[in-house]
Every structure is written in structure tokens, then in C-alpha cells.
């Protein structure tokens, strides 16, 4: 039984905190956070994930890390927290000697990234970086098509991810402070651009065009991933839409198209070449919080290297987004 602390009770944290209390495998031993106000109810967030406002019920709560660290006996500590102290906390619990996952995006700085690397290394102890969308049923599905070829070689691949606005405690919130969330970009559009990376290695180059908000920070984005010749790979991702939340992808093969849009029933379809005619994937139940958690446990149960989702890899998609951000600045292409 892998025991759990949650530290940061937002909307992702109360999803951590949940997807934790679901594994068999698991217990959440503790929850910390610093605002007595956000233990009172549970915020819900873009993806309806059946969230339970009971999530709480048999759980230590604490005011901050060390007082959880001092007081309690956990194996991993979930970093749940805004984005630009991931490192913080994260460096914390590693060398407190705890396991850690962290939430996606791992940081907002390639520093940031190489100093948890360094903490998990001098520790011994193992840093998972969440990126759900590496586990969600669906990409899983895409990447077995790709690995397979069962459709032949991929050609063009265009993935897409939009809401309305993320800022649910007004102007004052953290992912409305760019400094704080990195904008759109980071936050939601790295879904995508570490899927990309996963699948195909870092790009060539890659050239993006942003919109930005009132915020100051980037709230829309468009990327175009330079590999090798005859693959054409794009991604959007928007805070700027009027409200919702879709997430699709198309990816077109020599042999024929997987489609898939979260908004859709069903979700996923196949098209062969030259065929008029869809047909239904068969998705396994579950989602990409569940499986992830399930894979990160089996690690630290088995004492395996997480491959699936290495830090190192997740240093990777920060890398590119930060090129992202200065071919948004520059308005030109970005090589590796």
C-alpha cells in the first residue's frame, strides 16, 4: 500500500486526491493546504472526472509540508501546487526522502526542471511528472496505430485543445499571472506538444504563432512541428474560446484516418482509405488521472524506472515550449 499526501487543494489537487482514494493500491494519508477556505468544497474543473465532495472524509488536513512531513509517515507526496513553485516543493519532499509527482507542466524554466532532476537523482527517489495525456485512452490508442503501423506511416497529425477561460477565482488568480502559469501555453497547450514529442522525439524546428490577453500572457496558441519530410504535425491550444472544453485530434495515415473529439459519441473512429464509412473504436473505461496513477504506483511498488513518462522527457517539452514561446516573440522559426 503506497501511501499518499496531495499538497494544494485546487481543482487538480482535489482530482489527485480522488484518483489517489480509487487505487487499491493506495491510501491518501494526508492533504495540505495553506487557504482553510478551499477544504470547504470541491472545485471543479474543464473534465468532468465524477468528482466526489466526500474526498476528504478520513484524511489529515495540514497548513503546510513541513507540518505534514513531521507528523505524518507518507511514500509519495503529490505536488498539486501553481506551477512556477513546482520546484520548490517538489525538491522539498525529495529530500525529505519521499517520492514525488508532480503536476504538469514540470516548470516554467529549464533551471527549474535540471534542479527537481537533480533532487531526484541525489536522492535516490523517483519524480513522476503528470502528464495525463501520455495515459488518457484515446492518445494511447494513437500511439499504438503509430508504433504498429497498422495504417502505414503517419502523414499529418493536428491536434487540438480549447476553453473558455481557466481564471475561476477571477483576475487575482494564479493562471491569469503569467509569471506564475506560464499562460495558455504551459499550462493547457503542453498537453499536446508533450504528446507530440512522445510520439515523434523533439522536432527539427518549430514555428508558433500566439494571441495575448489581458492577462499579458499568451491565452491562444498555433504550432507547427518540423520532422522528418512528409510528416505535417500542428497543435492548438486556447483559453480565448467562449466557454467548454474540447479536446480532438486528427491524424491522418497512409492507409486511412483516426479521428477523435471528446465532444463526440462516439469519441473515437476509424475511416479506411478510399471507404465512406466510419467505424467506432472501442475505448477502455477509465481516463488519463487514473492510469497514470495506476502506472506511477506499479513503479514505486516494483521499484521501476517510470519510461513511460521520464523527467527527463518532461524537461524535453518544456525545452520546446519555451521555443514556442520565442518563435511567438520573434515571429520566426526555432531550430534544435
Not at 13 to 40: F, M, R, S
Not at 236 to 259: C, I, Q
Request: glycine share 8%; net charge negative.
Amino acid at each position: 500500500m503506497v501511501r499518499f499526501a496531495v499538497v494544494g487543494f485546487g481543482m487538480i489537487g482535489a482530482v489527485h486526491a480522488q484518483t489517489i482514494k480509487k487505487n487499491k493500491n493506495a491510501k491518501l494519508v494526508a492533504i495540505v493546504e495553506n487557504d482553510p477556505k478551499k477544504l470547504d468544497s470541491v472545485v471543479k474543473g474543464n473534465i468532468d472526472t465524477g468528482q466526489d465532495d466526500n474526498v476528504l472524509a478520513g484524511v489529515q488536513t495540514f497548513g503546510s509540508i513541513d507540518e505534514m512531513l513531521a507528523q505524518t509517515d507518507v511514500d509519495c507526496v503529490s505536488v498539486c501546487l501553481p506551477t512556477y513553485i513546482h520546484r520548490e516543493f517538489a525538491v522539498k519532499a525529495l529530500q525529505a526522502g519521499k517520492r514525488v509527482v508532480c503536476e504538469k507542466p514540470m516548470a516554467l524554466s529549464i533551471e527549474d526542471c535540471d534542479a527537481m532532476i537533480k533532487a531526484a537523482k541525489e536522492t535516490n527517489k523517483k519524480l513522476f511528472i503528470a502528464q495525463c495525456i501520455r495515459f488518457w485512452p484515446e492518445y494511447t490508442i494513437l500511439k499504438k496505430y503509430i508504433d504498429s503501423k497498422e495504417l502505414g506511416n503517419p502523414t499529418s497529425i493536428v491536434l487540438r485543445r480549447i476553453s473558455g477561460s481557466p481564471f475561476w477565482a477571477g483576475p487575482q488568480s494564479w493562471f491569469a499571472n503569467p509569471q506564475k502559469s506560464g499562460g495558455c501555453l504551459f499550462d493547457l497547450h503542453v498537453h499536446d506538444l508533450d504528446f507530440i514529442q512522445y510520439l515523434f522525439g523533439r522536432p527539427k524546428a518549430v514555428y508558433a504563432q500566439g494571441i495575448t490577453g489581458k492577462s499579458g500572457g499568451n491565452e491562444s496558441v498555433i504550432a507547427q512541428y518540423h520532422f522528418k519530410d512528409n510528416l505535417i504535425c500542428m497543435a492548438e491550444g486556447s483559453w480565448a474560446y467562449p466557454a467548454g472544453f474540447k479536446m480532438s485530434y486528427t491524424a491522418l495515415f497512409e492507409k486511412g484516418k483516426l479521428e477523435f473529439d471528446s465532444s463526440a459519441s462516439p469519441t473515437l473512429t476509424l475511416q479506411h482509405m478510399g471507404k465512406e464509412e466510419t467505424q467506432p473504436i472501442p475505448v477502455p473505461q477509465g481516463d488519463g488521472y487514473q492510469n497514470e496513477y495506476e502506472y506511477f504506483i506499479n513503479c514505486i511498488i516494483n521499484d521501476q524506472t517510470p519510461v513511460e513518462i521520464l523527467p527527463e522527457s518532461a524537461r524535453q517539452s518544456i525545452e520546446i515550449a519555451l521555443a514556442e514561446k520565442q518563435s511567438i516573440e520573434q515571429n520566426d522559426l526555432i531550430q534544435f
